[in-house]
């Protein structure tokens, strides 16, 4: 399948809303935590439990990234949005069969693996093209389109508590409101596919550096290297930390501030993950953006240093200031959405753009990891805390212990990157080469 080519004079700034429509839709991943409570009361499930189709998704997304690189590379991006496209929706359709029967287990088929997958090749199918669309601003545009994924939950999660209200929060109305999701986010999807295209040439805005200028080095050779274990590392570290709050964002809130005199109704938690999404979603595109002018390096000291001290203030003080509870948690994930848009150009700077997305499909199995550390970390210390008669703050204490800990790796890991030894390097190719690549079978 040969990729669809830009005609002349094709506007570049296309291209971010056609990944836009893609990231905004599989972005719901982030609202999940407004389905635990329901699909806890519901199916009598534990927290541990209702987090598995989130955990299994997450891991399918970093899987099918990892797997499907080469070909999202080879087939282009809209091949890979009608991927994603028929998988994320088919998820949540099962999902919807799932909830109806009051069988859990296909739920968790349904919407963690079928539309994990739909996650995985959906997330990095923009990546590459972006790059190539906009050398001369990786960070900035790579930002722009995964800001999609982060702000997903401000849409998703206010939307999911009004059908959950409107269609009743049992079995029943679980079903109905992931039927909706399905046929909805397949509309917006397509939008993303009719409207998507790769550049004519290496060179797609005049007077802008050549998409393949610097150092060059393949998929394959790239994962053989410190660099690259080094910030899948980083990445892994950045991930769990953000996403141990993410996951359980609302009962966390309800919880930290039960036994105080300002609880935390259920429409308020809701509230509070609109506005984690709205802080992820605004550190993808701020964050990633003002790397384009500190450096990939300087940015990850922020974001690893400072969340540690978030993380310390929140474990310290949280309980007794709702604000700075707030306040801290938002700086934290505009910092993980900060480290996923960041990363592509970060990849882009050592290994050059020549296989980029299949290779920063490969370090997405840093985030498969931190699926299922950050939620098993914070959902088990959580539940075995409940068992021994504690509540509120110090159900969370722990675990934010060992995030400083992982963040603090995770800087330790940044300081050691350094440039690709020239070894490593191929030849810079021509577009023609490229395009005549994408037509190969893949070899890896």
Known sequence: MSPPVAPAGWSRWLVPPAALSVHLSIGQAYAWSVFKPPLESSLGLSGTQSALPFQLAIVMLGLSAAFGGTLVERNGPRWAMTVALVCFSSGFLISALGAATEQYWLIVLGYGFVGGIGLGIGYISPVSTLIKWFPDRPGMATGIAIMGFGGGALIASPWSTQMLESFGADSSGIALAFLVHGLSYAVFMALGVLLVRVPRSER???GAPSAFQGPQVSANTAIRTPQFWCL?????MNVTAGIGILE?????????????????SVSASAGFVALLSA??????IGWSSTSDLIGRKNIYRVYLGFGAAMYALIALFGDSSKPL????AMVILSFYGGGFATIPAYLKDLFGTYQV?????????????????GPLIVNWIADHQKEAGKSGASLYGLSFVIMIGLLVVGFVANELVRPVNARHHIPAPSQETVDVERQQPESA
Do not use: Y
């Open 357 to 373: 997305g299949a290779i920063h499909g490969r370090l997405l199995t840093a985030w498969s990891t931190a699926g299922v550390l």
């Open 204 to 206: 797609p805005v005049e």
């Open 232 to 236: 899948w590392v980083v990445l892994c």
């Open 325 to 328: 509870f707030i306040l801290c």
């Open 279 to 284: 802080a992820n979603m605004a550190g993808r």
């Open 248 to 264: 359980k964002a609302a009962p966390m809130i309800q919880d930290f501030f039960k036994n105080t005199s300002t609880p935390v």
